[in-house]
Structure formats: structure tokens, C-alpha cells
T-cell receptor, first 110, second 115 residues
Framework: GENVEQHPSTLSVQEGDSAVIKCTYS??????FPWYKQELGKRPQLIIDIRSNVGEKKDQRIAVTLNKTAKHFSLHITETQPEDSAVYFCAATGYSTLTFGKGTMLLVSP | EAGVAQSPRYKIIEKRQSVAFWCNPI?????LYWYQQILGQGPKLLIQFQNNGVVDDSQLPKDRFSAERLKGVDSTLKIQPAKLEDSAVYLC?????????????FGSGTRLTVV
């Protein structure tokens, strides 16, 4: 089955800096890669996703890039704000079910 | 649209007791998932339903966990008997497309503590 590795496990940045979270996947058949944000005690919420026919996707301050050859994808957050502090999960699927990474705790200091 | 509803929000039980969780997905979503999220880890799939049929239960500990979705809408997940290592948040999610394409909508989860 699919295996998703996510790094780093914790990321601390200053407000206004950029943050990058990286994930690798094992199943070359995977073709959909969403990112979820989970604030403390709350449900995971989809923030951005990318499909395998696209190399990059942007939505305001967040962007996701995908390298199918290397089987890795990354989340980029620019101009970070304190409200970006949360746990971020990457996931991958190839028409079965989503397999999640272990999460990255992002801490944005004012 | 209304979200995915789950109950209860919290549950504390002693080991070897039984417990049941309930989930009502978004109206019209044929696919329903139960995930287990242990503190500090990502969600791990327990079972996937498509309408009232099981698509994937390969990671469900069937000696103690069971789940059903009798009419293809609501679902219940049961643990009997519970172990200490079952302490986790149990998340229900639904999607309009099989395989999770387009993403899941998660419920708020049930936080289970086994003492």
C-alpha cells in the first residue's frame, strides 16, 4: 500500500517568514495530493490540493508543488501569520483511500 | 451544507468495556470513512464504506472493532473490549467521490480515553 513520509515534524518560524513542508510517497499510481490543516482540538480541514497532471497550484499565500518523477510534493506558505500555527498533514491517494503523513506542527511567532 | 456530525465528542471508559461512536455524513456523500488519530500522529484508516458496502477494512482490528452502515447513511463504530492503546480521536469523514478525490470533509471526532 501507499506510504507517506512528512518532514519536518516541527517547524518554527517568525511572522512574515516563509514555511515549507515536504512529503514523499511510495505508490507511483497515486494521483491526488491534498493538504489538511488541523488546529488544536479541531477537525482536519482541506486547505489546498493538487492532481498529478499539474506541477504547481497557488491559493493566495499557500502553494503546493508536485514532482511526480521524484514522488514528492511540498506545501509552501508565504508571509506566515500567527493564525497559521497548526498541524499540517499531507496525504496521497490513487483511487483507493487517503494515506496521511504524520503531520508537521507549524509554530509562527509574532 | 451541513457538516459531518459525530457523537459523542468525548468518552472515558475503563479497559475491557465497550463503546460505540456514531457518524452522520454530509447528505449525498456515498463514501464514508472511519479514521483513528493517535496523539501526535496522522489519521490512520480503519474502514471505508461505499454506500452500505465495505470497500476496505484491511486495517480494522476485527477481533475488537466493528462498524456498520446499514442504510448507506449513518454509521456506527464499536470497540469491544477496549484496550488502553485504543485511546485516540476517532474521526469520521465523507466524500462525494470514491478514493477521496476532491478531499474529505471530517467530523469533529470523538476523543476516547481508555483508563
Amino acid at each position: 500500500g501507499e506510504n507517506v513520509e512528512q518532514h519536518p515534524s516541527t517547524l518554527s518560524v517568525q511572522e512574515g517568514d516563509s514555511a515549507v513542508i515536504k512529503c514523499t510517497y511510495s505508490d507511483s499510481a497515486s494521483n491526488y495530493f491534498p493538504w489538511y490543516k488541523q488546529e488544536l482540538g479541531k477537525r482536519p480541514q482541506l486547505i489546498i490540493d493538487i492532481r498529478s497532471n499539474v506541477g504547481e497550484k497557488k491559493d493566495q499565500r499557500i502553494a503546493v508543488t508536485l514532482n511526480k518523477t521524484a514522488k514528492h510534493f511540498s506545501l509552501h506558505i508565504t508571509e506566515t501569520q500567527p493564525e497559521d500555527s497548526a498541524v499540517y498533514f499531507c496525504a496521497a491517494t490513487g483511487y483507493s483511500t487517503l494515506t496521511f503523513g504524520k503531520g508537521t506542527m507549524l509554530l509562527v511567532s509574532p | 451544507e451541513a457538516g459531518v456530525a459525530q457523537s459523542p465528542r468525548y468518552k472515558i471508559i475503563e479497559k475491557r468495556q465497550s463503546v460505540a461512536f456514531w457518524c452522520n455524513p454530509i447528505s449525498g456523500h456515498a463514501t464514508l470513512y472511519w479514521y483513528q488519530q493517535i496523539l501526535g500522529q496522522g489519521p490512520k484508516l480503519l474502514i471505508q464504506f461505499q454506500n452500505n458496502g465495505v470497500v476496505d477494512d484491511s486495517q480494522l482490528p476485527k477481533d475488537r472493532f466493528s462498524a456498520e452502515r446499514l442504510k448507506g447513511v449513518d454509521s456506527t463504530l464499536k470497540i469491544q473490549p477496549a484496550k488502553l492503546e485504543d485511546s485516540a480521536v476517532y474521526l469520521c469523514a465523507s466524500s462525494s467521490q470514491q478514493g477521496g478525490l476532491g478531499g474529505y470533509t471530517f467530523g469533529s471526532g470523538t476523543r476516547l480515553t481508555v483508563v
